[in-house]
T-cell receptor, first 112, second 113 residues
């Protein structure tokens, strides 16, 4: 069963614009993680936010978490063509992060 | 990049044949995972291991078995492959600790005709 659902399913923007992707989930979580997947490759971990945190930054990435709304957002600022990829949220709902449940992803296209 | 190698990278086989996929890590991580990725379903956990000879089922474990006889190797076996098991299979690893990210291999594309 899918825990996280990303929105939108697909997003197309111009280089230099910001990209925002959202993730909603259903049950209480221990932490939420965002991953990127380039075409034909494995997933790459971007950022982890714990349930008691509200916001985290990493370079051009900003993640927010609202546990009352059971939602998270990933913001990529000043996007580049190299940011073109699929982005997935994953939730850890028990113990630590050994059982992640992934959403179906947002496909981001950044046009040069 | 985390030292994870999946083999083979591509395989085509026939329904009813046994198939074994291998995941090898050089990071000495405790946890290893097998996922499948299908259009419209995202990534789903098949089985995972939390140590040598210690494994547990994931969301879609029916039709799959796993083994881990050494820290560095995690094998996924389809005893009698079916067309519904055509998919891209990913191995992942993670270390000990409450808030550990997972690191993924580049996948095995398996086609069952």
């Amino acid at each position: 069963s899918q825990q996280g659902e990303e929105d939108p399913q697909a997003l197309s923007i111009q280089e230099g614009e910001n990209a925002t992707m959202n993730c909603s989930y259903k049950t209480s979580i221990n932490n939420l993680q965002w991953y990127r997947q380039n075409s034909g490759r494995g997933l790459v971990h971007l950022i982890l936010i714990r349930s008691n945190e509200r916001e985290k930054h990493s370079g051009r990435l900003r993640v927010t978490l609202d546990t009352s709304k059971k939602s998270s957002s990933l913001l990529i600022t000043a996007s580049r063509a190299a940011d073109t990829a699929s982005y997935f949220c994953a939730t850890a709902t028990q113990g630590g992060s050994e059982k992640l449940v992934f959403g179906k992803g947002t496909k981001l296209t950044v046009n040069p | 990049d985390a030292g994870i190698t999946q083999s083979p990278r591509h395989k085509v086989t026939e329904t009813g044949t046994p198939v074994t996929l291998r995941c090898h890590q050089t990071e000495n991580h405790r946890y290893m995972y097998w996922y499948r990725q299908d259009p419209g379903h995202g990534l789903r956990l098949i089985h995972y291991s939390y140590g040598v000879k210690d494994t547990d089922k994931g969301e879609v474990s029916d039709g799959y078995s796993v083994s881990r006889s050494k820290t560095e190797d995690f094998l996924l076996t389809l005893e009698s492959a079916t067309s519904s098991q055509t998919s891209v299979y990913f191995c992942a690893i993670s270390g000990d600790g409450y808030y550990q990210p997972q690191h993924f291999g580049d996948g095995t594309r398996l086609s069952i005709l």
